[in-house]
């Protein structure tokens, strides 16, 4: 998706043209129909569409947009990584799993632990689930998925705050080892599973998280904003 040069933009239709570039963006994730969300229905798809445009009015009528994208950012990443954990080594044509093999604090193994640690971490849907887990991998799938788009929405948005896509990209990507990491750790340490990072490794990844956990604030509240501003429409 080509980008259009901000700096190029009446400042009265910003909003606008960012508005449209989401819409569109996520038309086109529907359309590819690869994973849960080619599968939604039509009311799901325009809810997703509402919440990601109330999210884009929300940032834009802050007093610093870009630091509102961010803690947006930050929030639907550390979201995407508690079961985008479970995605990373399986067959995927998503380029972030890809590029999150490369990471030293994520092993792209953890999937191969799912059927040991899902009564535990997917209580309700292993106890549904059949002999392959069905439930549980479904489930996997639909919080990443969501959590994904909603971030790559927000990248998008940021690509123009900061006037350049690949500043916008590189700081995802930044996040994603980030949060990946501290998230696979947890899963690996909370069921004796032997970590891959060391302890000064681990230590520094824990407070950096806590101090961008803090920065980001509060996640529901936060949630229940978007949800309101997308009523209004």
Not at 56 to 81: F, T
Request: hydrophobic letters at 35%; proline letters at 2%.
């Amino acid at each position: 998706m080509k980008l259009l040069d901000f700096k190029e933009i009446n400042p009265f239709s910003q909003l606008q043209t960012i508005r449209s570039v989401i819409t569109q963006l996520l038309t086109e994730t529907y359309a590819e129909n690869k994973g849960l969300l080619g599968n939604l229905d039509r009311w799901t798809r325009t809810r997703i569409i509402a919440e990601n445009v109330a999210k884009l009015e929300l940032i834009m009528a802050s007093d610093d947009p870009s630091e509102a994208c961010y803690r947006d950012l930050l929030r639907e990443i550390d979201s995407e990584a508690r079961t985008g954990i479970y995605l990373v080594g399986l067959s995927s044509n998503s380029n972030h799993l890809e590029l999150l093999q490369k990471e030293s604090g994520v092993s792209g193994e953890l999937y191969r632990e799912v059927p040991h640690i899902a009564q535990h971490e997917f209580a309700d849907e292993s106890a549904h689930s059949s002999n392959d887990f069905d439930l549980v991998w479904t489930t996997i799938h639909a919080l990443h998925d969501r959590a994904h788009t909603d971030a790559a929405v927000s990248t998008l948005i940021m690509s123009y705050l900061l006037e350049g896509a690949d500043n916008a990209n590189d700081m995802s990507t930044a996040l994603r080892a980030l949060f990946y990491s501290f998230h696979e750790d947890d899963v690996r340490r909370r069921h004796d599973i032997p970590p891959i990072l060391d302890d000064q490794e681990i230590r520094d990844v824990r407070i950096m998280v806590s101090e961008l956990g803090n920065r980001s604030g509060d996640y529901q509240q936060r949630i229940t904003d978007i949800e309101q501003q997308a009523a209004e429409f």
